[in-house]
């Protein structure tokens, strides 16, 4: 291949449609989902009163101090705000896993649709799928982009670490998540009135906490990241050796077809 062709080009029209992709995604899943959480203070307060309604009927004057049955409604009021609270955690937690991960298909799959362009044998494009997605920006940067120091990065990378941790819980991704980003795992006493931040010395993933804003940073920076992609990377523009992951891939390809890498 000339060092003038094209080994990896960005249509303006797809990356168009990326990012209207993305920003549906996550407009609607707002809308759709995390809009309907809006008011769960309020509904705390009304299961409190449905269950002190639910209690009457048991209530005997001569026997029962009317206490009890009040702090019991108060218990399930209780209840019912925490587990409600939780499944919006969750459920913010699932929108953002929802469009890094819908992100990362769609990188590896215009990666491998550029590359079988000029390389049709099967084990790079193999690999592109399986390879984690630190090894996808070494690639990238083998391109003269210098991904990692976008100021935009740390998002993505803080976004595809907490989607580690909420899908695969205690593990190597909890440990480089409160390594690097501390504040998404933050101790229970910080939500403790009279505490300032605590440091988590024992985090779990239990202890993951994004909030709202948290969200909208993230589904920037895969806008931000769509928006950056080079339109044309040619062969001549790739002055350093691609990964290691990549060469391997490419001289099994050769060596099948019995070509000299």
């Avoid at 989902?33 to 309604?53: H, M, P, S, V, Y």
Wanted: glycine share 6%; proline share 5%; hydrophobic share 40%.
């Amino acid at each position: 291949m000339s060092d003038n062709h094209v080994c990896y080009q960005m249509w303006h029209g797809h990356r168009d449609a990326l990012i209207r992709a993305h920003d549906f995604y996550v407009s609607q899943a707002k809308a759709r989902l995390l809009t309907r959480f809006g008011n769960i203070e309020a509904e705390a307060d009304q299961a409190a009163k449905d269950a002190l309604e639910a209690y009457k009927p048991r209530f005997d004057p001569d026997r029962h101090d009317p206490s009890d049955f009040y702090e019991s409604a108060q218990d399930v009021g209780l209840e019912f705000y925490e587990l409600l609270t939780d499944m919006r955690e969750d459920t913010r937690l699932g929108v953002i896993a929802g469009f890094f991960q819908q992100w990362e298909k769609k990188l590896r799959q215009w990666l491998a649709d550029e590359t079988i362009k000029w390389h049709r044998d099967g084990e790079v494009t193999t690999s592109i799928w399986k390879v984690k997605i630190e090894d996808l920006v070494d690639l990238i940067e083998s391109w003269g982009w210098a991904l990692r120091q976008e100021p935009w990065f740390k998002d993505l990378d803080c976004c595809r670490m907490v989607v580690n941790v909420h899908k695969h819980g205690d593990g190597p991704s909890l440990n480089a998540l409160a390594l690097a980003y501390p504040q998404y795992l933050p101790s229970p006493f910080s939500a403790m009135q009279g505490f300032g931040p605590v440091s988590n010395n024992n985090p779990s993933h239990e202890h993951l906490t994004v909030n709202d804003n948290d969200l909208d940073v993230f589904a920037g920076s895969i806008v931000e990241f769509w928006r950056a992609v080079p339109e044309n990377v040619t062969f001549g523009q790739i002055k350093v050796s691609p990964p290691a992951w990549f060469e391997k891939a490419y001289n099994k390809d050769a060596n099948k077809v019995g070509l000299t890498p």
